[in-house]
């Protein structure tokens, strides 16, 4: 079945530097990519999306890139500060419906 | 506002007995999915809907069933309780736009512990 690989696991950066999650998709149809963010104890939210058709998106200082030959998608964030601490997941959703498939996390520690 | 929300943020259950949780939104969304959280696996998807008396099985929707018979809620049953089942729930909804998919709001989840 469709799967999403997330790496790393954990992830643990000094205030001010940049951070790279990397995820890879299975299913070749996955046209939408969305990002969500968890603090601890609340619910994910979306923090930025990128579609098939693009390559790359960016919103201030989170950014997300695509490459669907080799099926991976990965976020940036720079100058991460510490309330970019939290668990982050990618996800791949299939073409023409609605069901998201999602990584394992990526627990983001942003040291002061 | 509209929100959604998901009742009870807390329960505590034996195995083997029947447990249902709540999952109502405001928005009028169309879609809706049910999740659950675990240490190391991220967000699985159990079952999903695209409208009133559709229902789709996820990954993992063994033990557990739902039923839509309107727009606001989708309930989630587990049938007989097991201590694998012990997890945080997670209800989402969506809205429809053609074939786009769109950003799926979550409810505050419930920790469903099974003793």
């Known amino acids: 079945g469709e799967n999403v690989e997330q790496h790393p696991s954990t992830l643990s950066v000094q205030e001010g530097d940049s951070a790279v999650i990397k995820c890879t998709y299975s299913?070749?149809?996955?046209?939408?990519f969305p990002w969500y963010k968890q603090e601890l104890g609340k619910r994910p939210q979306l923090i930025i999306d990128i579609r098939s058709n693009v390559g790359e998106k960016k919103d201030q200082r989170i950014a997300v890139t695509l490459n669907k030959t080799a099926k991976h998608f990965s976020l940036h964030i720079t100058e991460t500060q510490p309330e970019d601490s939290a668990v982050y997941f990618c996800a791949a959703v299939e073409t023409g419906g609605f069901k998201t498939i999602f990584g394992a996390g990526t627990r983001l520690f942003v040291k002061a | 506002d509209a929100e959604i929300t998901q009742s009870p943020r807390h329960k505590i259950t034996e195995t083997g007995r029947q447990v249902t949780l709540a999952c109502h939104q405001t928005w009028n969304h169309n879609n809706m999915f049910w999740y659950r959280q675990d240490l190391g696996h991220g967000l699985r998807l159990i079952h999903y809907?695209?409208?009133?008396?559709?229902?789709n099985k996820g990954e993992v929707s063994d033990g557990y069933s739902v039923s839509r018979s309107n727009t606001e809620d989708l309930p989630l049953t587990l049938e007989s309780a097991a201590s694998s089942q012990t997890s945080v729930y997670f209800c989402?909804?969506?809205?429809?736009?053609?074939?786009?998919?769109?950003?799926?709001?979550f409810g505050p989840g419930t920790r469903l512990t099974v003793l």
């Open positions: 809907s695209y409208g009133v008396q559709d229902t």
């Open positions: 989402a909804s969506s809205e429809e736009r053609g074939l786009s998919y769109n950003e799926q709001f």
């Open positions: 299913d070749s149809a996955s046209n939408y």
